[in-house]
């Protein structure tokens, strides 16, 4: 049986948050609201632009171990800025080395694409045994680092926002994907104007949905990344589960009530349904949910 791919994960963590803003919020604006995010990020008005704006973490640490075992993962920024301080949480959780970088000048670039070349060339060579290298990130400087690592016989896999994408980018890599197409990556609705509220047509205040179940969520996302993959409906009910497993190693079956995971599977129907008419059972999404 073939060995599981291993793969590296870099992210040029200051672009895709400033790339994002840009996508939810309109070209150039964050070097629009960046002084006021740096001098009071949590006035109600900045918090929520930047809460509009929030990256998915989990959505593109899933999409990396769709393609194997995550051997390491880094993330490059200013730490210490506001508008990055609010994910080290989540990226902590996720088993994510931060990589403190800090600007020579206010507002000069901070030097994450050549640490981030520099570390990934050196990982190469340190682990030879690495198979694929994701690369998130939209700036054309990372074009030599991909070409490079294809050279040294590494799958590249790019990952970006739509629209902040060098093309050149996405052209050196072997496979590139917008993070705007990742699953469960939605763009939000545009924003109202100010104003709404004050000439009294500003909508009500929508009713509270219920709260998602995490372990359903965690499912559809890893069938849907299977089935990009395989590009095929019904797959193998096994691979789905050792993905599901590499995205959230914490995951079993039985601590969530379940026998086995077909059973698991069996009990979020509206997310999934099984075929177990041969030795091999399959899976695929619920018809509404592909």
């Given amino acids: 049986m073939a060995e599981t791919p291993r793969v590296a994960v870099y992210l040029d963590f200051d672009n895709i948050v400033m790339s994002w803003y840009d996508r939810v919020h ?53 730490w210490s800025s506001p508008v990055n301080a609010i994910y080290r949480s989540q990226l902590v959780a996720r088993a994510v ?32 045994d690495l198979t694929h290298v994701v690369i998130v990130a939209g700036d054309s400087d990372y074009v030599p680092l991909a070409q490079r690592c294809k050279r040294l016989g590494r799958v590249v896999v790019g990952v970006g926002v739509a629209g902040s994408t060098a093309k050149s980018l996405a052209a050196a890599c072997d ?5 705007d197409s990742l699953p469960g990556i939605t763009l939000p609705e545009p924003e109202k104007k100010a104003d709404a509220a004050a000439s009294g047509t500003a909508p009500r205040a929508r009713r509270r949905k219920p709260e998602a179940d995490p372990s359903a969520e965690l499912l559809e996302r890893a069938l849907k990344l299977e089935q990009v993959r395989t590009d095929e409906e019904w797959m193998h009910l096994s691979a789905v589960k050792n993905l599901l497993k590499r995205m959230d190693p914490s995951f079993t079956e039985k601590s969530l009530g379940h026998r086995s ?16 008419s041969t030795n091999i059972v399959r899976v695929r999404l619920a018809p509404g949910r592909a």
């Fill in 26 to 78: 309109g070209r150039n604006s964050y070097a629009r609201d960046r002084q006021k995010i740096v001098e009071n990020a949590s006035e109600p008005e900045v918090a929520a632009r930047l809460a509009a704006a929030m990256i998915d973490v989990g959505a593109i640490i899933d999409y990396a171990a769709s393609f194997g075992t995550l051997v390491l993962t880094r993330a490059y920024a200013d």
């Fill in 97 to 128: 080395d931060l990589v403190q970088l800090f600007p020579a000048a206010a507002y000069a670039k901070n030097g994450a694409d050549i640490r981030l070349a520099v570390d990934a060339v050196e990982d190469m060579f340190r682990l030879p």
């Fill in 175 to 179: 496979q590139f994907d917008s993070y």
């Fill in 261 to 276: 995971f077909s059973d698991f599977v069996k009990a979020h129907s509206a997310v999934a349904e099984l075929d177990e």
